[in-house]
């Protein structure tokens, strides 16, 4: 129940099921979105099987979302679905975007842990066992992955990334990692709670840390491409950067306020002086009266547009429906 008081936990592993047509629960899930990625896919498959069974045996499924590709992707997954076992294919009917995508993959994913991975292989899949190490040894909920080093990157994208992350942070009241992207493991209650949760403009990244629970990172190098180019333009990136910043901070609405606060200060002081202009100095009559008449609507422009923004931005969280709470365990006594 999303409206209301939430309880997950324990609780929502009787739950699975709801989603796109599950079926026996597997213990681990690989959730890989693909645009685009026709030339990769076989490699991709070959190595997330290695790293798959080293650690789930037979035990495991490799969710592919087609997110509405142009190009063969879609008869390269398909092609996958009848050539081995384990590979699940979603074909989206459209492009609906990197977020998502990986969405609809983790709403099928039944894995009782699940892996976020991108089809370009940047992201290596042989770190999925000590990934799986780590998150057993802290007891963690999520291990991301944090980019120690960015082969094959452009010097405009390494920096305008770097700074994203590090605005981002600060703007937000959530701690929302740095220099992490969609590649982590979870187990299935967080990877759930992002499937069902209704926002549409969806920053994964931010979404995930607004869980809770124990999330640790997992420092990595980052792979250049396999093949294929990138998915996200310089106009692509500004789009996630605006989504995040909308989603994860009220920061841009706080800004009139702020405005309607410094502003407040300098016109006190024009209006000081208008006054003290009409009083000692000769001054165009009727300057003085004009100024403070200006000065005082304006501000009670700026005042207004502010509180109005302070309410813009509680509706628009509220409309997120996001849970209120999520609780991490129940004990009773007996
Ligand atoms: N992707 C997607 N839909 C899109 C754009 C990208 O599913 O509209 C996938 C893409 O196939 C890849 C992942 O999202 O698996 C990350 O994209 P990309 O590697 O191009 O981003 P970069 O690593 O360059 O930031
Ligand atoms: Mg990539």
Excluded at 7 to 33: A, H, M, Y
Excluded at 257 to 279: D, M, N, P
Excluded at 286 to 315: D, K, P, T
Aim: net charge positive.
């Amino acid at each position: 129940n999303w409206k209301g008081i939430t309880l997950v936990g324990n609780v929502i592993d009787n739950s699975v099921g709801s989603g796109l047509g599950r079926s026996r629960r597997k213990s681990l899930s690989i959730v890989v979105p693909c645009y685009n990625e026709e030339d990769g896919i076989a490699e991709l498959i070959r190595r997330c099987r290695q790293s798959a069974s080293d650690i789930a045996g037979d035990d495991y499924e490799i969710v592919l979302v087609d997110d509405g590709s142009a190009d063969g992707t879609w008869q390269a997954v398909s092609a996958e679905t009848e050539r081995g076992r384990n590979i699940v294919g979603i074909r989206l009917s459209r492009n609906f975007g990197h977020q998502v995508a990986l969405t609809a993959g983790l709403s099928a994913a039944t894995g009782e842990l699940v892996l976020v991975i991108d089809a370009d292989l940047q992201d290596p899949p042989e770190l999925l066992s000590p990934m799986v190490e780590v998150m057993k040894r802290e007891g963690a909920d999520v291990v991301y992955g944090q980019r120690k080093t960015r082969a094959g990157e452009s010097w405009f994208k390494m920096k305008s990334a770097s700074i994203f992350y590090r605005l981002l942070k600060q703007a937000s009241s959530l701690s929302i990692p740095v220099d992490a992207g969609d590649f982590r493991l979870m187990t299935s209650r967080v990877a759930q709670l992002i499937a069902q949760m209704p926002e549409r403009d969806r920053f994964i990244r931010g979404m995930v840390a607004s869980v809770g629970f124990k999330q640790v990172p997992f420092l990595y190098d980052r792979d250049r491409r396999f093949s294929g180019e990138t998915k996200y333009p310089p106009s692509k990136m500004a789009h996630f950067a605006i989504d995040a910043f909308l989603s994860y901070s009220s920061t841009l609405l706080r800004l009139s306020s702020a405005s309607a606060v410094l502003s407040l200060l300098a016109i006190v002081a024009v209006c000081l002086y208008s006054l003290y202009s009409w009083l000692y100095l000769e001054v165009v009559p009727g300057w003085c009266s004009l100024m403070i008449s200006l000065l005082v609507v304006s501000f009670f422009q700026l005042a207004s547009l502010s509180i109005i923004s302070e309410y813009i931005g509680r509706i628009y969280l509220s409309t997120k429906n996001r849970p209120l709470f999520i609780v991490d365990q129940i004990k009773r006594s007996r």
